[in-house]
């Protein structure tokens, strides 16, 4: 087998695999959060929030600006996320070290004709560590943005419809049909109830607080072929790769999906 042929084969195993894999996308909805060009986003004379959950398992990924002309101060540890009821906190009281250092070492030859040493290089070698705690108060300066995003939203590989999934198909400007399973929700049923609960203040010993309390969920559940991910993509959904026959068990092919 030639080296043009072997590479060839490669090619195709991968788009073979590719044609048998597929993404389920997760479709956000929120109750006291407005969509706004596409990002929910929340609003008011002192602040915006603006959220992107569009990754791999979602990250609850967000931006605050601060609005006002003196400095704001959110409380970390007064603030928490919160998945299907279970508090996550955003702050935790513990130390963190890290050592660094670095190492140079030396050589030396000898001439045996003069019976004299040569130094070629001088070893030295420091460490040291550096101790590190989580800032619990944030300082966020007038009219700037600070990001946050540390929770993943839906920390599995896969995603089991609770009932018979819809069939639909949408069309592209290519002219190519993606087929899609479906499934919907409503903040009663969904699989997935999210919240962001941030604690700020104007002064930075707290006297007076004020609350951002957002709310999401899951309102669709979306299964079709990886190949059209990049149609579906938004700040306002996530999604989790399935993976191939290779894999896995044989697919089941009666699949609407590979038809």
């Not at 389920?24 to 929120?30: G, H, K, P």
């Not at 959904?237 to 399935?242: E, L, V």
Request: charged content about 20%.
């Amino acid at each position: 087998m030639t080296k043009k042929t072997f590479l060839f084969l490669i090619v195709m195993f991968s788009m073979i695999l590719q044609s048998c894999s597929f993404v389920q996308l997760f479709e956000v909805n929120s109750s006291n959060t407005k969509d706004s060009e596409g990002y929910f986003q929340t609003e008011n004379d002192t602040l915006r929030i603006i959220y992107n959950f569009n990754s791999e398992g979602g990250t609850m990924s967000f931006l605050i600006l601060n609005k006002l002309n003196v400095p704001l101060y959110l409380d970390w540890r007064k603030s928490s996320f919160i998945q299907n009821n279970s508090k996550n906190n955003y702050w935790e009281d513990i130390i963190e070290t890290k050592t660094i250092g670095s190492n140079l070492g030396f050589s030396k030859s000898q001439n045996l004709n003069t019976n004299l040493w040569n130094l070629n290089s001088i070893g030295l070698s420091a460490f040291a560590s550096i101790v590190t705690k989580p800032e619990r108060i944030t300082f966020i300066p007038p009219s700037t943005l600070i990001p946050q995003d540390k929770f993943t939203l839906y920390p599995k590989s896969y995603y089991s419809f609770r009932g018979k999934p819809e069939i639909k198909e949408q069309i592209f400007d290519s002219k190519k049909v993606c087929k899609i399973q479906l499934e919907n929700y409503n903040t009663q049923n969904s699989p997935l109830i999210f919240r962001n609960f941030l604690t700020f203040s104007t002064t930075e010993n707290f006297t007076s607080e004020f609350y951002i309390d957002n709310s999401f969920y899951v309102d669709c559940v979306k299964k079709f072929k990886g190949k059209f991910l990049g149609k579906f993509q938004s700040p306002t959904s996530f999604y989790i790769k399935g993976k191939s026959s290779f894999h896995q068990e044989e697919p089941d092919y009666s699949d609407p999906l590979y038809k």
